[in-house]
């Protein structure tokens, strides 16, 4: 028995050897065996030839990272490839797509052929190997060292720009390699959409739109429960949020006037900044965030972020490393998953639990609102949150409502949780005002 599309890229004892490992008498984490497929017709496309560029894009839940992972450990295997797992940025090897390659490897029960090192998957047989690598900035810098790679996987594409991806175009040129991008639908003017979605699209471009329908353990999983809250209580967010569609709401940014830049350190010193988290859940994100308030001159200055998906307790420690200047600083954190705060706090961190309750948003919002907001450039997700957090507008008037639409609410969230705790610790007299002249 093969699987189509497969014994084009792999000799028919390594696809045997797949199939034998995809066979389950229970559901798994891709679907149940039943002596069929347990891939969807339209993901198998995804294992044809004679495509330069594979762009799979849609909203949550819908498999397509799980297919590129399992596709890439099958090539791996097959034989010899060189693989770059990229993203625009990467905190730490954690936060990489390098967790969702060894979970492939587990799922098709390929341990045995494949060595898991800190930075790097090799294959003990085939000798290929996949690294990982966060295109932090706009530069040919980010494409040194990619001599010889056959595949680039560009996970959570939406967030690189244009500059980068023609960097990626050109090395694909000159290399005859492949690039595999995935993403969930933003905005129709992020650089990902243009160049696959635009008028004039690449040649050689595989480009497939998903949906849950494509992931049969969707709706028996934890993720289900949302699918269905989301779709009674804001369908026009769960279009965007599970249908892959455009984010177009209509309706007044929470925050409305945001300015980016850097505060000049000078201004900074001398003071504290604070720390707020914003723990996910299954498919969203965790943000941690470093923010300053210089009550002297009504400012709020977001200077650093952090974020990752399906993040463990080593993981959001990864995430608050990256924006602590101390370990033991307080960091104020949401209280939706108390376990995780006990193990952080275990680990030596210094998490308390962000005031929650009826008027709780609306009141920090208020605050925060009456400050002027200045955001260092590098906090990417903090830019784009601002854009799309918006108020919602009621069902029957059309008019604005004082309730803010979830779903891009992450890291101002967490700056909320900051900037709040730290309010109350100074009305408690465990924090002093900073004094500043200047700016």
Not at 134 to 150: A, K, P
């Amino acid at each position: 028995m093969r699987i189509a599309g497969w014994n084009l890229l792999t000799n028919s004892t390594a696809t045997d050897r797949a199939l034998r490992t995809l066979r389950e008498s229970v559901a798994g984490p891709i679907g149940g065996w039943n002596g069929q497929l347990v891939l969807c017709e339209k993901y198998l496309q995804l294992f044809s030839p004679g495509y330069t560029h594979k762009a799979l894009y849609g909203g949550r839940g819908t498999a397509k990272t799980t297919t590129i992972a399992l596709y890439i450990i099958l090539r791996m295997d097959a034989a010899y490839t060189v693989v770059a797992g990229l993203r625009k940025r990467q905190v730490s090897i954690r936060h990489s797509s390098k967790r969702v390659l060894e979970r492939a490897i587990r799922w098709l029960g390929l341990t045995h052929r494949f060595e898991v090192l800190h930075t790097e998957i090799r294959n003990r047989v085939t000798g290929s190997i996949a690294f990982f690598r966060g295109l932090e900035h706009d530069s040919d810098e980010t494409t040194r060292g990619l001599d010889g790679v056959d595949i680039f996987w560009l996970d959570e594409a939406r967030n690189v720009s244009m500059q980068a991806l023609m960097n990626l175009v050109r090395v694909l040129r000159e290399r005859g390699a492949e690039l595999i991008s995935s993403w969930n639908p933003l905005d129709p003017q992020d650089a990902i959409e243009q160049l696959y979605r635009g008028d004039v699209p690449p040649q050689h471009l595989l480009l497939l739109e998903t949906t849950q329908d494509d992931n049969p353990a969707f709706f028996t999983s934890p993720m289900a429960d949302e699918y269905w809250r989301l779709k009674a209580a804001d369908e026009q967010m769960w279009q965007h949020v599970y249908g892959g569609k455009h984010d177009s709401a209509g309706g007044e940014r929470v925050y409305d006037k945001i300015e980016i830049g850097e505060v000049p350190w000078q201004y900074l010193a001398g003071g504290e900044p604070c720390y707020g988290l914003d723990l996910g859940y299954v498919d969203d994100p965790t943000a941690a965030v470093r923010v300053w308030v210089l009550q002297q001159h009504k400012l709020i200055y977001f200077e650093k972020e952090a974020v990752g998906y399906g993040e463990d307790a080593n993981g959001i420690a990864d995430l608050l490393d990256h924006v602590l200047h101390e370990k033991d600083a307080v960091v104020t954190s949401d209280n939706s998953e108390q376990r995780t705060t006990d193990a952080l706090n275990a680990k030596g961190y210094n998490l308390v639990t962000a005031k929650k309750g009826a008027g709780s948003v609306i009141e920090g919002i208020r605050f925060i609102r009456g400050y002027r907001i200045v955001v260092n450039p590098d906090c990417e997700t903090v830019i784009e949150e601002t854009k799309h957090y918006k108020w919602k507008l009621d069902r029957q008037s059309g008019k604005r409502t004082q309730v803010p639409r979830k779903g891009h609410d992450h890291c101002l969230d967490a700056g909320r949780y900051a900037i709040m705790g730290r309010e109350a610790s100074i009305e408690a007299g465990k924090v002093e005002m900073m004094q500043l002249s200047g700016f």
